[in-house]
Protein backbone atom coordinates (compact mmCIF):
# COMPACT_ATOMS: atom_id res chain seq x y z
CA UNK A 1 0.00 0.00 0.00
CA UNK A 2 1.41 3.40 -1.14
CA UNK A 3 2.00 6.08 1.21
CA UNK A 4 -0.65 8.32 -0.28
CA UNK A 5 -3.37 5.47 0.08
CA UNK A 6 -2.23 5.12 3.91
CA UNK A 7 -3.32 9.12 4.74
CA UNK A 8 -6.42 10.53 4.85
CA UNK A 9 -8.56 14.27 5.01
CA UNK A 10 -11.36 14.89 7.19
CA UNK A 11 -14.39 17.02 5.61
CA UNK A 12 -17.50 17.67 7.90
CA UNK A 13 -16.24 14.89 10.35
CA UNK A 14 -16.01 11.92 7.88
CA UNK A 15 -12.54 10.51 6.77
CA UNK A 16 -12.09 10.34 2.85
CA UNK A 17 -8.90 8.51 1.46
CA UNK A 18 -9.27 9.44 -2.19
CA UNK A 19 -7.98 12.81 -2.64
CA UNK A 20 -9.53 13.50 -6.45
CA UNK A 21 -13.04 15.24 -6.75
CA UNK A 22 -15.08 15.00 -9.69
CA UNK A 23 -17.82 16.86 -11.14
CA UNK A 24 -20.39 15.12 -13.41
CA UNK A 25 -21.24 17.12 -16.32
CA UNK A 26 -19.71 17.41 -19.85
CA UNK A 27 -20.07 13.63 -20.20
CA UNK A 28 -21.12 11.88 -23.37
CA UNK A 29 -23.83 10.40 -21.19
CA UNK A 30 -24.74 9.18 -18.02
CA UNK A 31 -22.12 5.33 -19.05
CA UNK A 32 -19.72 7.55 -19.41
CA UNK A 33 -19.74 9.39 -16.30
CA UNK A 34 -20.20 6.34 -14.13
CA UNK A 35 -16.97 4.75 -16.05
CA UNK A 36 -14.86 7.85 -15.60
CA UNK A 37 -16.15 8.65 -12.33
CA UNK A 38 -14.80 4.36 -11.03
CA UNK A 39 -11.36 5.40 -12.82
CA UNK A 40 -10.76 8.45 -10.74
CA UNK A 41 -11.41 6.28 -7.77
CA UNK A 42 -12.92 9.52 -6.25
CA UNK A 43 -15.19 9.22 -3.56
CA UNK A 44 -16.76 12.87 -3.20
CA UNK A 45 -19.36 13.74 -6.29
CA UNK A 46 -20.45 17.24 -6.80
CA UNK A 47 -23.37 18.14 -8.95
CA UNK A 48 -24.93 20.95 -10.19
CA UNK A 49 -28.48 20.51 -8.93
CA UNK A 50 -29.84 23.18 -11.29
CA UNK A 51 -28.33 21.35 -14.14
CA UNK A 52 -28.80 17.73 -12.99
CA UNK A 53 -31.99 15.50 -11.75
CA UNK A 54 -31.44 14.51 -8.30
CA UNK A 55 -35.15 13.73 -7.97
CA UNK A 56 -36.62 17.37 -8.68
CA UNK A 57 -37.79 16.25 -12.40
CA UNK A 58 -39.55 12.85 -11.73
CA UNK A 59 -39.63 12.68 -15.46
CA UNK A 60 -36.04 12.63 -16.30
CA UNK A 61 -33.09 10.61 -15.38
CA UNK A 62 -31.96 10.93 -11.83
CA UNK A 63 -27.80 10.34 -12.35
CA UNK A 64 -28.28 8.86 -8.44
CA UNK A 65 -29.37 5.61 -10.46
CA UNK A 66 -25.80 5.61 -11.43
CA UNK A 67 -23.97 7.22 -9.22
CA UNK A 68 -25.33 6.23 -5.89
CA UNK A 69 -25.62 7.37 -2.53
CA UNK A 70 -24.31 4.66 -0.48
CA UNK A 71 -21.40 4.26 -2.68
CA UNK A 72 -20.51 8.34 -3.05
CA UNK A 73 -20.44 11.29 -1.26
CA UNK A 74 -22.63 13.37 -2.88
CA UNK A 75 -21.74 17.02 -2.84
CA UNK A 76 -24.39 19.21 -4.60
CA UNK A 77 -23.29 22.45 -5.80
CA UNK A 78 -24.54 25.98 -6.58
CA UNK A 79 -23.15 26.37 -9.89
CA UNK A 80 -24.86 28.73 -12.25
CA UNK A 81 -25.84 30.80 -9.35
CA UNK A 82 -25.08 34.64 -9.70
CA UNK A 83 -26.77 35.82 -6.79
CA UNK A 84 -27.11 34.47 -2.68
CA UNK A 85 -30.54 33.97 -2.93
CA UNK A 86 -30.69 31.54 -5.80
CA UNK A 87 -27.21 29.81 -4.10
CA UNK A 88 -29.14 29.35 -0.94
CA UNK A 89 -32.85 28.50 -1.91
CA UNK A 90 -30.68 25.29 -4.19
CA UNK A 91 -28.93 24.34 -1.14
CA UNK A 92 -32.10 23.83 0.41
CA UNK A 93 -33.32 22.18 -2.61
CA UNK A 94 -30.91 19.40 -2.67
CA UNK A 95 -31.15 19.07 1.27
CA UNK A 96 -34.70 17.97 0.89
CA UNK A 97 -34.38 15.76 -1.92
CA UNK A 98 -31.10 14.20 -0.71
CA UNK A 99 -33.47 13.75 3.32
CA UNK A 100 -31.63 16.14 5.00
CA UNK A 101 -28.09 15.81 3.42
CA UNK A 102 -26.30 19.37 4.95
CA UNK A 103 -23.18 18.68 2.50
CA UNK A 104 -22.97 21.41 -0.33
CA UNK A 105 -20.80 23.05 -2.76
CA UNK A 106 -21.32 26.82 -2.12
CA UNK A 107 -20.30 29.00 -5.50
CA UNK A 108 -21.74 32.32 -6.28
CA UNK A 109 -20.42 33.53 -9.60
CA UNK A 110 -19.68 37.20 -10.04
CA UNK A 111 -19.42 37.16 -14.05
CA UNK A 112 -20.59 34.85 -16.54
CA UNK A 113 -18.08 34.90 -19.07
CA UNK A 114 -14.99 34.76 -16.74
CA UNK A 115 -16.95 32.73 -13.79
CA UNK A 116 -14.83 34.44 -11.36
CA UNK A 117 -16.81 33.88 -7.88
CA UNK A 118 -18.12 37.19 -6.65
CA UNK A 119 -16.35 37.09 -2.99
CA UNK A 120 -18.55 39.21 -1.10
CA UNK A 121 -21.88 37.51 -2.32
CA UNK A 122 -19.71 34.29 -1.43
CA UNK A 123 -18.92 35.55 1.97
CA UNK A 124 -23.09 36.41 2.81
CA UNK A 125 -24.09 33.39 1.39
CA UNK A 126 -21.97 31.13 3.44
CA UNK A 127 -22.83 32.85 6.72
CA UNK A 128 -26.26 32.25 6.29
CA UNK A 129 -26.00 28.39 5.00
CA UNK A 130 -23.86 27.86 7.96
CA UNK A 131 -26.39 29.58 10.05
CA UNK A 132 -28.82 27.07 8.69
CA UNK A 133 -26.99 23.78 9.41
CA UNK A 134 -25.19 23.22 6.12
CA UNK A 135 -21.56 21.87 6.10
CA UNK A 136 -20.05 24.50 3.59
CA UNK A 137 -17.86 23.79 0.99
CA UNK A 138 -16.89 26.81 -0.61
CA UNK A 139 -15.61 27.70 -4.37
CA UNK A 140 -13.79 30.97 -3.77
CA UNK A 141 -11.07 33.33 -5.45
CA UNK A 142 -7.15 32.85 -4.54
CA UNK A 143 -7.07 35.42 -2.45
CA UNK A 144 -5.83 34.17 1.04
CA UNK A 145 -7.34 37.16 3.38
CA UNK A 146 -11.13 36.19 1.52
CA UNK A 147 -10.60 32.60 2.19
CA UNK A 148 -9.63 33.20 6.04
CA UNK A 149 -12.46 34.92 6.30
CA UNK A 150 -14.17 32.28 4.80
CA UNK A 151 -12.94 29.74 7.29
CA UNK A 152 -13.57 31.87 10.08
CA UNK A 153 -17.37 31.98 9.00
CA UNK A 154 -17.43 28.36 9.57
CA UNK A 155 -17.42 26.68 6.16
CA UNK A 156 -15.88 23.07 6.12
CA UNK A 157 -13.79 23.42 3.34
CA UNK A 158 -12.05 26.27 1.18
CA UNK A 159 -11.59 25.67 -2.34
CA UNK A 160 -9.65 28.57 -4.02
CA UNK A 161 -9.60 28.31 -8.06
CA UNK A 162 -6.52 27.45 -9.77
CA UNK A 163 -7.94 29.33 -12.76
CA UNK A 164 -10.78 30.05 -14.19
CA UNK A 165 -13.51 27.48 -14.36
CA UNK A 166 -12.96 25.39 -17.24
CA UNK A 167 -9.87 26.60 -18.90
CA UNK A 168 -7.46 24.15 -18.22
CA UNK A 169 -4.88 26.96 -17.29
CA UNK A 170 -3.77 25.23 -14.95
CA UNK A 171 -2.18 26.97 -11.54
CA UNK A 172 -1.74 30.22 -12.42
CA UNK A 173 -0.75 31.83 -8.48
CA UNK A 174 1.55 29.05 -6.91
CA UNK A 175 2.38 31.83 -4.22
CA UNK A 176 -1.51 32.40 -3.48
CA UNK A 177 -1.90 28.83 -2.97
CA UNK A 178 0.68 28.34 -0.82
CA UNK A 179 -0.36 31.31 1.74
CA UNK A 180 -3.49 30.01 1.60
CA UNK A 181 -2.62 26.38 2.69
CA UNK A 182 0.32 27.25 5.22
CA UNK A 183 -2.37 29.40 6.82
CA UNK A 184 -5.29 26.99 7.00
CA UNK A 185 -7.25 24.99 9.50
CA UNK A 186 -9.54 23.41 7.29
CA UNK A 187 -9.11 21.11 4.23
CA UNK A 188 -7.84 23.40 1.11
CA UNK A 189 -8.72 22.00 -2.13
CA UNK A 190 -7.82 23.58 -5.11
CA UNK A 191 -11.56 23.66 -7.44
CA UNK A 192 -11.28 24.94 -11.27
CA UNK A 193 -8.38 25.89 -13.59
CA UNK A 194 -6.71 21.68 -13.86
CA UNK A 195 -6.40 20.70 -17.66
CA UNK A 196 -3.42 17.83 -17.33
CA UNK A 197 -2.18 15.23 -14.80
CA UNK A 198 1.00 17.21 -14.10
CA UNK A 199 -1.69 20.50 -12.46
CA UNK A 200 -3.13 18.20 -10.17
CA UNK A 201 0.55 17.07 -9.02
CA UNK A 202 1.86 20.38 -8.58
CA UNK A 203 -1.93 21.30 -6.90
CA UNK A 204 -0.91 18.32 -4.58
CA UNK A 205 2.63 19.06 -4.18
CA UNK A 206 2.13 22.40 -3.01
CA UNK A 207 0.35 21.06 0.38
CA UNK A 208 -3.70 20.68 -1.31
CA UNK A 209 -5.49 18.54 0.51
CA UNK A 210 -6.83 17.75 -2.58
CA UNK A 211 -8.22 18.62 -5.71
CA UNK A 212 -11.75 19.10 -7.57
CA UNK A 213 -12.23 18.96 -11.23
CA UNK A 214 -14.79 17.87 -14.14
CA UNK A 215 -13.82 19.70 -17.47
CA UNK A 216 -10.46 18.32 -17.25
CA UNK A 217 -11.65 14.82 -17.29
CA UNK A 218 -14.86 14.72 -19.50
CA UNK A 219 -13.59 17.31 -22.43
CA UNK A 220 -10.49 15.02 -22.58
CA UNK A 221 -10.50 12.97 -25.97
CA UNK A 222 -10.73 9.85 -23.41
CA UNK A 223 -12.25 10.76 -20.45
CA UNK A 224 -11.73 7.67 -18.41
CA UNK A 225 -8.35 7.30 -19.56
CA UNK A 226 -8.08 10.71 -18.05
CA UNK A 227 -9.59 9.64 -14.90
CA UNK A 228 -7.55 7.12 -14.17
CA UNK A 229 -4.11 9.77 -14.97
CA UNK A 230 -5.61 12.00 -12.87
CA UNK A 231 -5.63 10.01 -10.18
CA UNK A 232 -2.19 8.52 -9.98
CA UNK A 233 -1.41 12.05 -10.20
CA UNK A 234 -3.39 13.18 -7.09
CA UNK A 235 -1.00 9.66 -5.42
CA UNK A 236 2.20 11.11 -6.68
CA UNK A 237 1.70 14.74 -6.06
CA UNK A 238 0.58 13.89 -2.16
CA UNK A 239 3.53 11.20 -2.01
CA UNK A 240 5.74 14.02 -3.39
CA UNK A 241 4.72 16.41 -0.47
CA UNK A 242 4.98 13.60 2.00
CA UNK A 243 8.46 13.01 1.33
CA UNK A 244 9.36 16.74 0.63
CA UNK A 245 11.57 17.53 -1.88
CA UNK A 246 14.98 18.26 -2.26
CA UNK A 247 16.25 21.95 -2.22
CA UNK A 248 16.33 23.68 -5.36
CA UNK A 249 19.90 24.95 -6.35
CA UNK A 250 21.28 27.34 -8.84
CA UNK A 251 24.34 25.43 -10.08
CA UNK A 252 24.94 21.24 -10.11
CA UNK A 253 25.89 19.14 -7.41
CA UNK A 254 27.49 16.00 -7.99
CA UNK A 255 24.79 12.76 -7.27
CA UNK A 256 28.06 10.83 -5.73
CA UNK A 257 30.36 12.00 -3.34
CA UNK A 258 34.12 12.94 -4.68
CA UNK A 259 35.44 13.17 -0.62
CA UNK A 260 37.72 10.20 0.08
CA UNK A 261 37.67 8.29 -4.05
CA UNK A 262 41.31 6.98 -5.29
CA UNK A 263 43.32 8.26 -8.20
Known amino acids: MSESSRDTFTVAGKPFHS ?95 TLFPDTMATLKAAEELVKDGFDVMVYTSDDPIIARELEQIGCVAVMPLAAPIGSGL ?29 DAAVAMELGCDGVLMNTAIAAAKNPILMASAMRKAIEAGREAFLAGRMPAKRYASASSPVDGLFF
Not at 73 to 84: E, K, R, S
Not at 175 to 183: A, D, P, S, W
Not at 184 to 191: E, G, N, S, T
Open 19 to 113: RLLVGTGKYQDMQQTRAAIEASGAEIITIAVRRTNIGQNSDEPNILEVLPPDRYTILPNTAGCYDIKTAVRTCQLARELLDGHNLVKLEVLGDEK
Open 170 to 198: GIRNKLNLLTIVENAKVPILVDAGVGTAS
